[in-house]
């Protein structure tokens, strides 16, 4: 499996856009939280997190590319699945993009949701902390989440029901905001929230 400074790479080369760099950094950051809660390899869901969005910026954000055209980058960088990214990485990676007509994989592992959710929460949480007065991460709080995830006006273009989808993993939707919220707040300064 490749390791984090390999992927690193891979985002310096092919990911252009500083908030989406910073998106796939706070995710992964969620997913290694998730690996260490559920027992699960902490490697892996972290570069599932770190690598999901890869090709975003290199389909010009067209949503019908996404997820696709990741099977291009990774040939032309000589990755191979099941070697450099395991399969099931590889699968929550493309299963993220599910209802688009150019993907098969759908989620259906405890990776896949996770992917899903802590990808989708990690955007509603930088929401969360741009209105707070000081615009940083260590002011927002659980209860306060709580509430404005029922604020349907609130961070409208967040796919809530992406977030829910923790709960079909076994985790209540307060713990994965208390794991999602401590783990950003651990890479605060990365983050520069």
């Keep these: 499996m490749i390791d984090r400074d390999c992927a690193l790479k891979l985002l310096d080369k092919y990911v252009s856009t500083p908030w989406l760099k910073l998106h796939m950094i706070e995710s992964e950051a969620i997913m290694v939280s998730l690996a260490k809660y559920f027992g699960e390899n902490e ?17 010009h954000k067209d949503p019908l590319r996404h997820g ?11 990755i191979e699945i099941g070697r450099d990214i395991p399969e099931s990485g590889y699968h929550a990676i493309k299963a993220h993009c599910e209802g688009s007509p150019n993907i098969s994989q759908k989620r259906e592992s ?16 930088v ?49 994965f905001v208390k794991i999602s919220l401590d783990a950003l707040c651990s890479i605060s300064e990365d983050i520069g929230l």
């Design 68 to 78: 696709v055209e990741i099977d291009n980058i990774f040939k032309v960088e000589g």
């Design 127 to 175: 929401a969360c902390a741009l209105v707070q007065p000081d615009k940083r991460i260590k002011s927002v709080n659980v209860d306060s989440v709580m509430k404005k995830f029922k604020k349907k006006d609130f961070a409208k273009g967040v796919n809530r029901q992406l977030i829910y989808d923790i709960e079909k993993i076994g985790m209540s939707l307060d713990e």
């Design 110 to 125: 405890k990776l896949d949701y996770a992917l899903s959710s802590a990808e989708t929460i990690s955007g509603f949480l």
């Design 43 to 59: 490697q892996e869901w972290g570069l599932a997190g770190l690598l999901h969005d890869l090709d975003f910026d290199y389909v």
